[in-house]
């Protein structure tokens, strides 16, 4: 479960789809980079599969320790089998964690990075990354097309030009 919590919150993810996350969907696991391709999670599939934010890098903080738990992952088994409601549960029943939800994993690293990137303790990050990280449909400023990412055959060097590794520094 820890392995889910930690991808959750260093990719800004909904606790289902990080949960749900298998081996095959991890590109690339270093201690200093870990690489998600997001294709297989359920808004993934019924949207745009070309979309930039279905590849996130994770960089910086944390990426040691996902890195360790990752190695201990069967292969097609997922993350976790805890569901977003016996998550919600278990935090109800947690005295400092009361008023938490599986929600608040994704809400919290978004308001993190936010937080951090008005305040002046990150370097400024283009807006349009918080949406590529938290995997939201993207509006403007995309870096590449998803015609390019429909064409583009190298998934590693995809997902390293499309920057999410730069606001996953931020959580």
Known sequence: MRLALL???KSAARWAEAANLSSEQFLLVEPQE???????????????????????VLLGSLTDEI?????NLAPFN??????TSALDRMWGNTPTMTGFTAHSI???AVTHILDRMVSGLADPVPPYLVDRISKHEERS???LSDVTIRYGGNHIAMARA????RISNLL
């Not at 870990?34 to 949207?47: A, E, L, Y």
């Not at 997922?78 to 569901?83: E, F, M, N």
């Not at 499309?162 to 590794?165: A, Q």
């Open 7 to 9: 991808v959750a919150w």
């Open 34 to 56: 870990i690489i998600i391709d997001w294709f297989q999670t359920p808004k993934g599939r019924k949207k745009n599969p070309f979309r930039a934010s279905r590849y996130v």
């Open 67 to 71: 890195a360790a738990l990752f190695r």
């Open 78 to 83: 997922p993350l976790t089998k805890v569901t």
């Open 106 to 108: 994704k809400r919290g």
């Open 141 to 143: 400023g995309t870096a």
């Open 162 to 165: 499309l920057e999410t590794g």
